[in-house]
Structure formats: C-alpha cells, structure tokens
C-alpha cells in the first residue's frame, strides 16, 4: 500500500468533519441517519478503490478492517455495554464536589481492572443520578471521559485495547503497572484537582444544595451480581485468549482468524447473550438502560474502521509512504528515538485515528522488539503507550466509550458540548498536562 496517495484519506476526513459539524448544523438529519452517513463515506472509498486496485484488492481491505479490527472491536464492546448496563449501583450518591471526585477517582482505578468501556457504562449513570439535582453538570460527564473512559485504562492490558495489543505482541501483563504507573497517576491527581476545583465553583455559583441531600459518598449495595460475575468472565476470556496460542487458523473468506481470536469472540458474544436473557427487565429500566448508543458507535465506528484501513495502511508503509517525512522525526540525526515525538505523535493521531491499530504502527516503527522494547527502548514503549490510552482523550472519536458517555448523557437531557467544543474543553485542560508529561517523562 506504500502507493497509496493521499486522497484516500479524504473518505476518513470526510466522515470525521460529519461526525464534528452534522450534529450541529442538521440535528434531526444527523440523529436519524448517522449510520447511512458512516456507511456513504465508506462507499465512496470502497467504490472507487475498485476501479483503481481491482475489486480483490478492495475487497480484501474492507474484509481485513472489519475481521481483523472491527469484529473484536465490537464484540468486547458489545458485551461491555450489555453487561455493565446490568449492574447499578443502588445508593445515590451526594453530587457534591468531594462525592463526584471520589467517584471519578474509583471509576480511575476501576477502568484498569475491568476496561475503559466497562468502568464507563458502570459508573456513569450514578455519576448522572447524582448530579440529577445540579445546574451545571456537563463539566462532571466531560472530565469523567477524560478520568474514567481514557486514562485511567493505563495500568494493565485489560484497560485499553492497545495496550491488550503490546500484550499480545508479547509485552508483560504487569509491564504497564510497573512502567505506567507514575504518569498515570500523576495526569490523573492533575485532572482530579482541575475537576474537583471547578465542580466547588460550579457549586457556589448553584446556590445552596437541596436540604435532604445525602453527604456520604460511599457505596451501598449492588444489583446485578450475575452481571458482575459476567464482568470477571469477560476479563479472564480476554486474559485468556492473549495468553493461549493453539497455531490453528479459522478461514473467514479471503482471510483468517487464529482459533483463539475466534472463540474470545464467541465467548464475548455469549457472555453478553447470557446477561440479555437473565438480567430483570426492572433492574435495566432502574438504571435507564438503551441500546441506542450502543448502535451508535456501531454504526459509527463501522464507517470509521473502513475509511481508516488505507491511512493506516500509508502509515505501515513508513519510509516508502506518503507520511515518510512526517515519521522522519521520531529519530534524530544520530538514529536514536525521540520519546517525546513517539508520545506526541502516537497521541495525537490516536485522537483521530483508532489508538489500537495506531499504537501498533508505532511499536512496529520503534523496531516491534518486545524484548529490546521492555528492556533498553523501555521509555519509547512507555511514550507510545501513554499517547495511545491519554489522547484518546481529546476528541470523542478518539476512544468508543468517550461516543457512549455522551450519548448516555444526552439522553438523560445534558446538553454535551459539540465536537469542536468538547476540543477546546479538552484542549484547555488535557494539552497542558500532557505538556507537563512529556517534560517529565519523555
């Protein structure tokens, strides 16, 4: 794919600008046909890679993204989405600013034991039944997708998918806690205070809480403890399939699956079926439970894999690629890498693009090593990781449950920025800690 030009890349800008400007400018149009938008800018990048490479060839690209990229993709999230819409927390916490840090700061910690989108669909609706009575309240769903649905998924390969991809790729499960921990810890304290912060003045501009208002923010009891079983299950199903090699192939048309690959999809896809037939009906209306984001990100996410496929494959292309000057700067005139353009590079184009196949691209650029990238590269591992889970922050295409938040949010009537508004939300408050990040670290 080293000849691929850049206009291929115009289908992938076309459906992002959609994505930032529709919403805005048609809301009803958007609200009703995102998914054929999604699936017109994918048209209008197979159809012509037809005529220009032969339909095999653009047929074999669509069939790689959606097998190799999409399917796991969805599958994991699916289950998560079904699963974690089956547990609710029973207590309403306070709302107050010291209750909602306390929440975002487990949700933190949650994310890495259970997944960004698992901990995401868990807490987020007691993070909107608290925050029921308050005025201001989109700032509390904005900093949650900063805390909770991105970086803190940076402590195990279970958090974010590109870091289960280093897994698989051979990095050690407990490599990330042990290289990560510190700058994890360190954006996430940041973002709490930011947070914690702005919640209090959000507060006094409110006025006086509601005189009933509970002031504990602990939790109680849970509902759904079949759902959390299932919960573990998907963790040791994704655990297990990085850890099991069988060396048999699965034909799927003109590609294939490894078997393990195969049946951590089955097994996901069951799990959630398992919790669709046993969950009460009464425990999901309690928790507000809808499919609708769920097809939203499907449908999105169908059209963003497909138009990503040819800028991903001109990245992998490097030195021979459309983007050989831009991946130039990742070494410097001696041949060493630069930590510090491997974090901001990897990062701001995993804001864009999807951070699992773009965090792959950089671990091959660094020498796809995992022995030399734990051992002496161990830093450029650490940036390429850290710019991979952190910037999914940035935008809402930059992570899936960053999209589930938001529409979760809306449906319970929040008003959500936009997506060029959430950019300068995120902007304002993720660029200079990262800014702090990379003079520390990288």
Not at 39 to 57: C, E, R, S
Not at 193 to 205: E, G, H, I, P, T
Not at 366 to 383: E, N, S, Y
């Amino acid at each position: 794919m080293a000849s691929l030009a850049p206009i291929w890349a115009v289908p992938f800008i076309g459906l992002l600008l959609s994505i930032a400007i529709l919403p805005m400018a048609a809301p009803r149009l958007w609200h009703r046909h995102h998914g054929s938008f999604a699936l017109a800018w994918a048209a209008i990048l197979l159809v012509p890679m037809v005529v220009a490479f032969g339909a095999h060839a653009a047929v074999g690209l669509a069939v790689h993204a959606l097998v190799h990229e999409y399917l796991p993709f969805i599958a994991l999230l699916a289950s998560l989405y079904a699963i974690g819409g089956g547990i609710r927390l029973t207590r309403t916490l306070s709302g107050l600013p010291t209750s909602n840090t306390a929440l975002l700061g487990v949700g933190a910690l949650l994310a890495s034991l259970i997944g960004t989108t698992g901990a995401s669909m868990v807490l987020i609706r007691p993070l909107l039944r608290a925050i029921a009575w308050r005025r201001e309240q989109t700032h509390a769903v904005i900093f949650f997708i900063f805390i909770v649905s991105n970086v803190g998924g940076s402590l195990t390969p279970i958090g974010d998918p590109p870091l289960f991809l280093g897994y698989l790729r051979g990095v050690g499960f407990l490599w990330t806690v042990q290289h990560m921990a510190a700058p994890m810890l360190f954006t996430t304290g940041l973002l709490l205070a930011a947070f914690w912060a702005l919640d209090r003045r959000s507060l006094k501009r409110e006025g006086p809480p509601p005189a009933r208002l509970p002031h504990r923010p602990e939790f109680s009891l849970i509902e759904g403890w079949l759902n959390v079983a299932l919960m573990l299950a998907v963790v040791a199903v994704v655990i297990a399939s990085g850890s099991v090699s069988t060396g048999i192939t699965v034909p799927l048309g003109p590609t294939s699956l490894r078997l393990e690959e195969v049946l951590r999809v089955v097994a996901l896809i069951a799990l959630a079926g398992v919790s669709v037939r046993f969950t009460s009906r009464g425990l999901r209306t309690g928790n507000e439970f809808s499919w609708a984001p769920m097809r939203e990100v499907a449908l999105l996410f169908l059209g963003l894999f497909l138009t990503i496929a040819p800028v991903l494959a001109m990245l992998q292309a490097g030195s021979e690629g459309p983007f050989a000057a831009a991946l130039g700067v990742l070494v410097d005139a001696t041949g060493q890498p630069r930590e510090a353009a491997y974090f901001w590079i990897t990062g701001l184009l995993s804001s864009v693009l999807d951070n699992a196949p773009t965090y792959l691209v950089f671990f091959e650029a660094a020498g796809g090593d995992p022995v030399l990238l734990q051992g002496k590269l161990a830093p450029v591992l650490m940036a390429i990781s850290c710019g991979a889970v952190f910037m999914g922050a940035l935008t809402y295409v930059g992570n899936a449950p960053n999209f589930m938040v938001r529409s979760i949010a809306e449906a319970r009537g929040i008003a959500m920025p936009s997506f060029f508004a959430y950019l300068l939300w995120s902007c304002g408050f993720l660029l200079p800690v990262f800014v702090l990040v990379s003079l520390i670290w990288f």
